[in-house]
């Protein structure tokens, strides 16, 4: 059974830094493309970024350019979300996903979601 389980989420202050993983087991994920999405009360569910199986590509949603960086450990089947400089704005459920072939933006191109991680900045 393929299943991918966040850590890292928290409470931290506006300016602070926290680091999400995602761990996966159940298949060879080495081989996936994995991303990162948020979801804030009462809106629909973003895109964060995302990496290549291989890592040699990323993509950033730009609200998080400069800010975020994805990465990933194949040997350990984990992603990594680190997040700098946070905003109260990036107050969320924290989403890791995978899909199989390239990365893209759309949260139901990805076949894969994990259980969420609550991420809390304040102001």
């Not at 994920?29 to 970024?49: D, H, I, L, N």
């Not at 990465?71 to 400089?85: E, G, I």
């Not at 704005?89 to 979601?113: G, K, L, N, P, Q």
């Amino acid at each position: 059974q393929v299943q991918l389980v966040e850590s890292g989420g928290g409470l931290v202050q506006a300016g602070g830094s926290l680091r999400l993983s995602c761990a996966a087991s159940g298949r060879a994920f080495s081989t996936y493309s994995r991303g990162w999405f948020r979801q804030a009360p009462g809106k629909e569910r973003e895109f964060v970024a995302a990496i290549t199986s291989s890592g040699s590509t990323t993509d950033y949603a730009d609200s998080v350019k400069g800010r975020f960086t994805i990465s990933r450990d194949n040997a350990k089947n984990t992603v990594y979300l680190q997040m700098n400089s946070l905003k109260p704005e990036d107050t969320a459920v924290y989403y890791c996903a995978a899909r199989f072939t390239t990365i893209v933006r759309m949260a139901s191109a990805y076949a894969h979601w994990g259980q969420g991680t609550q991420v809390t900045v304040s102001s």
